[in-house]
């Protein structure tokens, strides 16, 4: 056999089958290989809302992309070029993802008729040609898989399938030229009591690497070089453990004791998981009995002089709404973590969107303004969990930090900055007086005092009623009231003089700017540089700071004659750019549960100039 080995500079793999076939896994391991290997990386695991869909159907389908490069990357890629598909189910749900003329490495075994009727094919497609147009290689995983398994003792058959995944991962593993050695210590210490499972697991691995290497099938192998990285430590991270590295950070720079609570679900889930493992940070983490007790359980932290979180996703938010207006009212500092998922109502649990931005503006009864920060990256969120906190402690007020599904469980590349360079947060209480007024302001910030509750001389009362400016006594009087609206507008506004201006991508001003925000980041920026790279007048600019905007924000619109927005809603931001700024704005809207594409706003920039 001749082995040819091709060069390339970045690769996008998607693994896919039955929820039960560890494709989550297996996908996450070839990524952490990647990332040790020097890659740059990004991931998009999809993976279906139901906790066990029914086995084989299109319903169960998990998928997992992986774009590993030599280069930076910042998406996942749009199309695969290799799927590995575990199930006709898999293959009927990606095929048409897959770049013509990819490869499709296919587990035979399950290519049956029951099968093949759960995915709804009328013929097989191995036989019907109707793959034609693909690179397929048939392998039986499961057959392979349990004969190589069979004299390990203590396993079922149950059990012996369980592990084909490791099987398929290493034959991957081969094909693109990746070691096993970091995926054998997983499995070791994942498995650390059980050692039948894993002998089995690794004897999967290594079975499927032997395979490609033994075998005729693959004649080329792929090798993708490591990226040039700033030198430094890196670790693969996801949105969410971001979020929650950042949040303990914070609470270690300001010197306070962090609280998460929370109530479990989806995509926000993890954030509670991670915490939890911390306590040794001074974390404490409630998982409440609903919504409204977890935000109840962080204000009431928050009033005790603790850092307090609470987090949540999609209908989670609604049910908060009341309490985040009486943060407001208490003026006491709260960050709120909503993790954007499709909607309305329970919607798509698992699926992407950005279309609570108009929520977290005007979601409450009242005059209720809470401002509004948005990471654009998984790595993001870690700066943007200490920048929220910051912004609570200039405010004393509740902060919304807006992540989303796509950002949440995506991966990359993270370089672990060193704690002594990142600037404390300065806290601090008033001390006892004899004339102590709850409500007196900071005449920079307009920010009350942070009262700690059972200091001498501090005594006090909070609540949700309408206040006495200053005293913080029940007051009805209208021009009270009128005044303590205005004062929380203005001092929301006032975060503007931390707020730094805004950097344009590209020539300061010509035909066309893009504006983004979240998790849109990465095919926004991939789209833009592919464009100036052939000629187009274009540049682009990515929101963090949604409310209040950079005070640059205008200038930089008028400078450019039309104004791209591609958002995961049905344009929530460009409603808010157009109540401040006149232009001549172009909306693109998506809610399919999916991250763009570069080649869509690409296309769409195209069109457009």
Known sequence: MTETIKELESITIRFAGDSGDGIQVAGTQFTNTSAIFGNDISTFPNFPAEIRAPAGSLAGVSGFQINFSSRDVHTPGDSPQVLIAMNPAALKSNISDLEVGGVAIVNTDNFKAQNLKKAQYESNPLEDGSLQKYQVFEVPITTLNREALKEIEGLTTKNIDRCQNFFALGLTFWIYDRPLEHTNSWIENKFANKPEVI??????????????????????????????????????????????????????????????????????????????????????????????AAIGSSIGAAFGGAFAVTGTSGPGVCLKGEAMGLALVLEIPLVIIDVQRGGPSTGLPTKTEQSDLLMAMYGRNGESPIPIIAPSTPSDCFNCAIEAFRWAVYTNGPVILLSDGYLANSSEPWKIPDPSTLPKIEVTHPQPTENFLPYERDPVTLARPWAIPGTPKLEHRLGG??????????????????????????????????????????????????????????????????????GKQVSSIHLRHLFPFPKNLGDVIGNFEQILVPELNMGQLLVLLRLHFKADFVSYPKVQGQPFKIQEIFDRIVEII
Do not use: C
């Not at 290497?213 to 090798?223: L, V």
């Not at 490591?226 to 914070?250: D, H, W």
């Not at 507008?489 to 010509?510: C, F, H, M, W, Y």
């Open 465 to 534: 009623l309408a206040k006495q400016p200053g005293t913080g006594n029940v007051s009805y009087d209208p021009d009270d009231n009128q005044q303590m609206v205005n004062d929380r507008a203005e001092k929301t506004n006032r975060l503007t003089q931390i707020i730094p201006d805004l950097k344009v991508n590209g020539p300061q001003s010509g035909k066309l700017l893009v504006i983004g925000w979240g998790g849109t980041y990465g095919a926004i920026h991939s789209a833009v540089v592919q464009a100036q790279e052939q």
């Open 199 to 292: 002998a089995a697991n690794k004897k999967a691995l290594e079975m499927g690497y032997y395979f490609g290497e033994n075998t005729e099938t693959f004649q080329i192998r792929y090798r993708v070089k490591p990226s040039k990285q700033t030198p430094g430590i890196y670790r693969k991270i996801t949105g969410n453990e971001a979020l929650a590295m950042g949040l303990v950070t914070a609470a270690q720079l300001a010197g306070k004791p962090l609280f998460y609570g929370s109530y479990p679900i989806t995509p926000a889930s993890d954030i509670l998981h991670y915490l939890a493992a911390m306590r040794h940070f001074d974390v404490r983490t409630f998982q409440a009995e609903d919504e409204i």
